[in-house]
């Protein structure tokens, strides 16, 4: 790439120092022809004042003009013969010589040539003087043309001047743009072996180059914050993976230690084996229950707006838990109340919010103390928007169990959570389903005094 560059360079200054030379010296060269024309016409104008010519004097002319002007002078019939010249030896008819045929038909002529009596090249202007007469005079070229060959050598120095200036810019300009290119590409090669992308020092870089290493390190904040949700992703989904897993088996491990009871003997004993089938019983009921609140968990988890809306009271709704509750909440003598100070109708999916009501109803009766009581507030607020506080006189709970609650499988005490027939999914599901009707699930709580659970939903 630097090599090209440098190339391209000394190829396009080249040329352009050539062609404008070029240029240079043809436009110096016709305009140099030009004036020594103009300046040989007026010489022979000169000449032709001069008495001696029309006496017919060429001898005393020539002697006059020829040493001042630097010229050889010729006096041609239109015959072609020479009648006079300042040369003592003159070879041919001259009646061809371009300058003379020109002088004859238009007045003056004008040409350059090698000269056949003078071993060089000449410059000729001749003048029709009447009595079908041409008077010529010419001048070697070398001493006209030294000045234009000064020139041209001017114009080929300044090529080789422009040729060097050429190869150090292109250097540097080469490395300003290959450098940081170069930076780059080492940069994108070494990051496609990491796991992690690194952004790029753009120190140094300008111009188009650092808008490519700023949309390049944009683009590596933006795969190292998507990788760091996949690897969040991945390890939530194995920790579930987990969790159900051991879920599971503790009802099962239970449920089938009861039962190799029952067959070693214990069948035998009515009363026995009556409790041991109850505590089958729970297991059998807590494996329904936890694989009913993994469906529901998996199958809301999908859903990004609930298709199966219609209107309903939310205070009936509300009403209908708390009674369906009552048999619970009576076992620890728990007083439960319902406070709404208006008929609040809700378009959602009836059963979704019956679920968050009785997760959230539960666990203010589960987790409350004897004689405790469990407050349900329904509020409307503005912009379509319907608030469920939940409230319990509870045992409560730290600020960092506040924190992790809504966490899948999260139980702040593992031992009572599972003596309540819990598995700590009930809270996550409650926050699913709030965030499904763009709502959203919060809570307040003091140990030793209580719990407020404060649900917001858009509906
Ligand atoms: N009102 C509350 N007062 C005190 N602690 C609570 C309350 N509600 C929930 N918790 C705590 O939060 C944890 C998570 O609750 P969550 O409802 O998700 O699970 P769970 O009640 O243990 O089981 P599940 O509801 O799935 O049967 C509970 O184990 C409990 O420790
Ligand atoms: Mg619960």
Redesign the pocket.
């Known amino acids: 790439m630097k090599r090209k560059i440098t190339w391209y360079f000394l190829i396009l200054i080249l040329g352009t120092a050539i062609a404008v030379g070029g240029a240079c010296c043809i436009i110096t060269d016709r305009y140099y022809k030009s004036q020594i024309r103009e300046e040989m016409l007026l010489e022979l104008s000169i000449i032709e004042q001069d008495p001696l010519l029309r006496e017919g004097d060429y001898d005393q002319l020539a002697e006059k003009y020829a040493p001042i002007l630097n010229i050889r002078m010729t006096v041609v019939e239109k015959s072609g013969t020479v009648l006079f010249d300042t040369l003592e030896e003159v070879d041919g008819n001259h009646a061809q010589r371009p300058e003379i045929v020109e002088a004859f038909l238009e007045g003056t002529g004008f040409s350059e040539r090698k000269s056949d009596n003078e071993d060089s090249r000449q410059y000729y202007a001749a003048k029709d003087i009447g009595n079908d007469l041409v008077l010529r005079i010419s001048k070697p070229q070398q001493n006209a043309d030294r000045a234009l060959r000064n020139i041209l050598l001017a114009v080929v120095g300044c090529c080789i001047l422009c040729a060097a200036a050429a190869v150090l810019l292109s250097l540097r300009f080469s490395k300003k743009i290959v450098g940081p290119l170069q930076k780059l590409k080492n940069h994108v090669e070494k990051n496609i072996e990491a796991p992690r992308m690194t952004i790029i020092d753009s120190a140094g870089f300008d111009d188009e180059i650092l808008e490519l290493a700023v949309a390049y390190n944009n683009l590596a904040d933006k795969v190292n914050g998507q990788m760091d949700e996949i690897e969040k992703l991945q390890s939530m989904r194995s920790d579930f993976v987990a969790n159900v897993s051991h879920e599971l088996k503790t009802p099962l491990t239970s449920i089938r230690g009861f039962i190799e009871t029952l067959r070693g003997g214990a069948m035998e004993k009515k009363d026995v084996a009556d409790r041991f089938l109850k505590i089958i019983d729970i297991e059998a009921v807590r494996l329904q229950?936890?694989i009913n609140?993994i469906l529901v968990l998996s199958k809301i988890e999908k859903m990004e707006e609930d298709p199966t809306v219609a209107e309903f009271s939310l205070n009936a709704l509300a009403k209908e838990v708390l009674d369906m509750l009552t048999p619970l909440a009576k076992e620890k003598n728990i007083q439960m109340e319902l406070s709404a100070s208006e008929e609040i109708k809700m378009t959602a999916d009836e059963s979704k919010i019956r679920q968050l009501l009785v997760?959230?109803v539960?666990?203010?009766v589960?987790?409350?103390k004897e004689h405790g009581s469990v407050t349900v507030i329904l509020k409307r607020l503005p912009e379509d928007r319907v608030q469920i506080v939940?409230n319990?006189t509870?045992?409560?709970?730290n600020r960092d169990?506040c924190e992790r609650?809504?966490e899948r499988f999260?139980?702040?005490?593992?031992g009572?959570?599972?003596k309540?027939?819990?598995?700590?999914?009930?809270?996550?599901?409650?926050k699913h389903i709030a965030n499904l009707y763009h709502g959203d699930v919060g809570?307040e709580?003091t140990p030793g005094e209580?719990?407020t659970?404060t649900v917001t939903l858009h509906v």
């Open positions: 229950n936890l609140d997760n959230l539960s666990n203010a589960r987790y409350n939940v319990d509870g045992i409560g709970m169990d609650i809504f999260y139980c702040v005490d593992k009572r959570s599972q309540n027939g819990g598995t700590g999914l009930g809270l996550s599901i409650v809570v709580s209580g719990s659970f």
